[in-house]
């Protein structure tokens, strides 16, 4: 059995042939027709699916789509994806028209969950926590080897939970969510406050000069340096996402939490210091379980064998 | 088809007889012998239940417990409950010897979850959050109408999740967890605080001139009379409540959020205010699915009822 997976993006829109071990056969991608609509955009990507797989064959079981924005996944609707201008775009119904196969679509985050849990570093555990370190905080839950994403597959917004009531105004109208502490916009604004604290910084150096070249990696990569001042960065990037990490884990007792997106890109660096942060505050005594903390592995596949999951674990 | 439902208190163990529809057809109890040690209290547990049922009767499905403590539910064992004074106590095998059904046993506030849901307030509804609101904050998770517990039983601790990073102090170790601010510990201390800035508050009149007296009823009422400094007390509450279950709301996207214990006691005036208050701020777009939020009603025979409901809802 295969599975064809659809990693929507504002640029291209990557498409692969995905086998039941989670390995990619092939893929390719087509530029994302943002100006043509979700017709268009609809069109290219049953095409582009057609010339990857054949349409009679019985081992191609369906087609997943991670695609961005607020995702109804029970209807298989993008209700509002900003960067693709959609609005309410029947998207599994229209592509399943096409590769007459079973069509799936979720939030790209969840996919990216789903992915390495099955396939990734999380494969050995059935209950993972995923977090995105990007621009913004994305999350996935995984409960039991299967997506959970609550009513309309609108929840898991785990960016969006507040650590600080009354803290740093999140793009999502509240004041200090996780999202507002440690997405890459949010090291990237606390990094250039501690610079323009401390003009001796070698972080000035790392960014040439300019605050606008500042970026997730400036306070990290100084912070190794021995740098003070990106040392403190750091150590409250790492208190923030810790506390987080914390909360979640009191929730779910999850076997693992899994970091993705830009900032995990720091690796073990970055997850020494958050086990070290979190290993003596988990809730409880002595007798509960801890968690482990994982950063992703499946790369820049991530988004297509994540979306080629949702069949695959749909139809264990 | 019928389950016992156990309640284990520190002054008394309720343990009651309750249908498939979770009517409690009858309850007796007896005293919680904590000095005579868990071998005790269990084979008074198992006594009492062979004189409410028939051991022999095949319609008598099982027994579940519930108690209050670091519930390893897998396991079947009382990892550590303070007020008991028990650790490592195999309670679910103990008492099957003796019952000769299957046994089940959780954490006292997922039954009332479990309760609320499958029989309670929540009984049109397949996925909700519980939270208890006494002298610390409890919670439970119930999705797909079936408790999700985490690793060992031991997530769902809702009221360990931190809203202000470097808060109040929470007995759990950690700073700013929900409970430390929406406790009726929190409650009282926060109440108390307002008294001795406003000399003049009629909280004084309430709680008949003395602090000691201040209990998690003393903003509430007094709030309804106008007193300015009551009101303050109550919207910072509702505010730290409602932030927390935003939060929920945002990671599970539950149909309903139930509240039980004590400051529950509020009723509409409680849950007016919260609905108010969230309103405008759950995450995303108009499309967002809203949550309900409601009251527990199954008052004193809850944790009977929800403790039974450990059985029902593994069997269905």
């Known amino acids: ?37 979700p017709h268009k955009i609809i069109s290219d990507i049953g095409k582009l699916i057609l010339s990857l797989v054949d349409p009679y064959d019985n081992d191609f079981a369906g087609v997943g789509i991670g695609c961005p924005g607020a995702i109804n996944s029970s209807a298989g609707v993008v209700d509002r994806a900003f960067n693709l201008n959609w609005y309410k775009v029947p998207l599994a ?6 590769v007459n196969r079973r069509t799936l679509v979720s939030n790209d985050a969840n996919c990216a969950a789903l992915g390495e849990t099955m396939f990734g570093v999380g494969r050995t555990y059935t209950d993972t926590i995923f977090l995105t370190l990007g621009t913004g905080v994305g999350g996935g839950i995984v409960l039991g080897g299967k ?41 990237i604004r606390d990094t250039q406050k501690a610079m323009e604290k401390d003009k001796s910084s070698k972080m ?42 914390l ?6 007792r999850p076997q693992a939490i899994i970091l993705g997106g830009g900032i995990c890109a720091q ?22 379980p801890r968690f482990d903390i994982l950063a992703a592995q499946l790369g820049n596949d991530a988004g297509i064998i994540g979306a080629a999951a949702l069949i695959f674990s749909n139809n264990q």
Chains 1, 2 share one sequence.
């Open 1 to 37: 059995m295969y599975c064809v997976g659809v990693d929507i993006g504002g640029m291209s829109i990557k498409i692969g042939v995905v086998d039941s071990n989670g390995k990619l056969i092939k893929k390719d991608r087509v530029v994302t027709d943002i100006a043509g609509g």
């Open 93 to 98: 119904e229209e592509l399943m028209r096409m």
């Open 147 to 187: 997506l959970y994403e609550g009513n309309e597959g609108k929840g898991a917004e785990m960016g969006h939970t507040v650590l600080v009531v009354d803290g740093e105004q999140c793009s999502c109208g509240r004041k200090g969510c996780l999202e507002a502490y440690c997405s890459a916009t949010a090291l």
């Open 204 to 245: 000035w150096e790392y960014a040439e000069g300019s605050l606008d070249k500042v970026s997730g990696k400036t306070a990290f990569e100084c912070s190794k340096l021995g740098d003070k001042s990106a040392i403190k960065v750091v150590d409250r990037y790492i208190k923030y996402l810790g506390e987080g990490m």
């Open 247 to 252: 909360n979640f884990a009191n929730i779910f």
């Open 267 to 288: 690796g073990d660096y970055l997850i020494y210091k958050l086990k070290d942060y979190c290993k003596d505050r988990n809730y409880g005594f002595a007798d509960t």
